[in-house]
């Protein structure tokens, strides 16, 4: 039924735009009722306002396309519109290639980073030395900035082979928004950059943004658990928990359950999205997964008993399109009593069509 639509969302998103996927649904009561209509936005489409919509709906798409949140608008009693944001991968900007790069653009592009490298040196810069990364600019570091466009979403790593590339690039980055900015170096060497900065009239709250020395504190020595360290501490920030309502956050999105809802299924089969949650829960809102009446699932909305609550549901309602919302609460003593240990709410929408 909407198959050919994720399929054309996909495609957006490959080519590295910011979508929203919105949902009319009639509720019949509280929790459920039909699938009214589905189509996505794109940041062109809602600047232009191409589809008559309300207006409350145009605002919040703008504002999900702008922090990543997924969020629900009731029109009226009988009608509820969900607005899913839909993004490229986080882009990791890796300047220098050197024995730490190498490791680093192995392990973040696994964890879901579309990874940049960027060395001046053609031995260090190439596709060979980075199969991994979807881009390798062998270039002088003064240079590669025309080629960059910085956005606010953008992690980045420097690790070149010495100071004065380091200040280079560092002094470049501190002009943009960006999501991370981490800096390798011992205390010593990060202590004298700072204080070069400084004299140079950055800010200390401008500082402040650059992670250095780089990495969670692991203990890290080999070239391979430094780049452990700091492919975590990457996650941390992409994932960050404590995030004001208004700031940008990455939405959950699973490439391979987007592609295998654009695939019209043989079996019945419902899409389940976490849609609100609150307190502490395995997986943020916007997290997907896939589940057939055969048992098949793919994806996950956060395992354990939970999930096992919401499949045994999703199934029982798959002979008829539509929708439901399962509440999933992981509070108190009944939660408790059958293993879930997480202690939040989470309402997660069941979707068949």
């Known amino acids: 039924m909407f198959e050919t639509l994720y399929d054309n969302l996909l495609n957006e998103v490959s080519n590295g735009n910011r979508c929203v996927m919105i949902t009319y649904l009639n509720l019949h009561d509280n929790v459920s009722g039909s699938i009214e209509d589905k189509f ?123 100071h004065r590339h380091d200040g280079l690039v560092l002094r470049e980055v501190l002009n943009h928004n960006l999501s991370y900015i981490g800096m390798i170096g011992s205390k010593r060497r990060v202590k004298g950059m700072m204080e070069e900065l400084i004299s140079e009239g950055y800010s200390k709250e401008v500082l402040d943004k650059v ?26 920030f992409k994932n960050k928990k404590n995030i004001k309502a208004n700031s940008f956050s990455y939405p959950e999105f699973d490439k391979e359950v987007t592609l295998e809802i654009s695939k019209k299924p043989s079996i019945p089969r419902a899409i389940l999205t976490i849609i609100s949650s609150k307190g502490s829960v395995p997986r943020k809102s916007g997290a997907k997964m896939i589940t057939y009446l055969d048992g098949r699932s793919l994806g996950s909305i956060g395992g354990g008993c939970s999930e096992a609550e919401v499949l045994t549901k999703a199934r029982s309602i798959m002979d008829n399109n539509g929708f439901l919302i399962q509440q999933v609460d992981m509070t108190g003593d009944v939660a408790e009593s059958i293993g879930m240990v997480c202690g939040g709410v989470m309402d997660v929408l069941i979707e068949v069509f």
């Open 40 to 162: 996505f936005l794109t940041k062109d489409d809602i600047d232009k306002k191409s589809i008559p919509l309300y207006n409350e709906v145009y605002i919040r798409a703008n504002n999900a396309l702008s922090t990543g949140k997924i969020d629900t608008v009731h029109i009226n009693e009988n009608k509820l519109v969900l607005i899913e944001p839909f993004f490229p991968k986080p882009r990791l900007i890796v300047f220098g290639g050197g024995h730490i790069a190498k490791p680093l653009v192995e392990f973040a592009s696994k964890v879901g980073f579309s990874v940049t490298v960027i060395d001046d040196r053609p031995y260090f810069a190439n596709s060979t030395r980075f199969p991994e990364a979807e881009k390798v600019f062998c270039e002088d570091f003064k240079n590669s900035f025309n080629l960059i466009k910085f956005k606010e979403s953008d992690f980045v790593v420097i690790v070149t082979r010495g």
């Open 211 to 236: 992670n250095s020395p780089i990495g969670l504190d692991i203990g890290a020595v080999t070239p391979e658990e430094i780049a452990i360290s700091i492919v975590s501490q990457l996650i941390s």
